[in-house]
């Protein structure tokens, strides 16, 4: 297995000889990522914690494949993860490139660029499982998990014109009459509590 720190200096180094400053930067090695090659997260003022994928320190992975993820990583360190993969951040990276034009710095790469040979097996996503339908637009809140709103739908209101919810099935087992006056009920009821 590559030497993180080690790879990871040599690119500090690249950033430092050309003035570009990327903060206080710890790095670590991220056995769990299948879909990500490396993510840089804010831990306070100018302390970011740097994780690269494992499958890019492999022996038989090409250097250049783990050192343009790692300095993806220390531009985004270094515009202080603000503007995501536009602004500042490009403007980070084509200096970057211009300096040493070996990386290839981009906001994604597909596992060819990196060298491998296996195809891209989408992760199983978790299906939404609960459904919900504002009586007063229609509009749609679905959920994977069981949070607050699931707990108690009534507590809540829709954002676009304060209509309340009920189950995706009632709502659609209610002709629009039907709708209008549940929903005047509940809201009616929840301004007299």
Known sequence: MKDLQKLAGECMSQLDRIGIKYGTVRFSVNTRAKKRWGQCIVRGAGVYDINISARLLGDNVDDMAAK??????LVHAADGCRSGHR???????????????????????SNAEKGFDEEYVPSKRLEYKYFYRCLGCGAEAKYKK??????????????????????AEEYDSLT??????????LIAGMTRK
């Open 68 to 73: 343009n993820t790692i300095m993806h990583e």
């Open 87 to 109: 602004g500042r951040w490009l403007a980070i990276a084509a200096a970057v490139m211009k300096a040493y034009p070996g990386y290839d710095i981009k906001r994604t790469t």
């Open 146 to 167: 069981a949070g607050r709103f699931i707990k108690n739908p009534g507590a809540y209101v829709c954002i676009k014109c304060r209509g309340k919810f009920v189950t």
């Open 176 to 185: 629009p009459a039907q709708r209008a006056a549940l929903n005047r009920a």
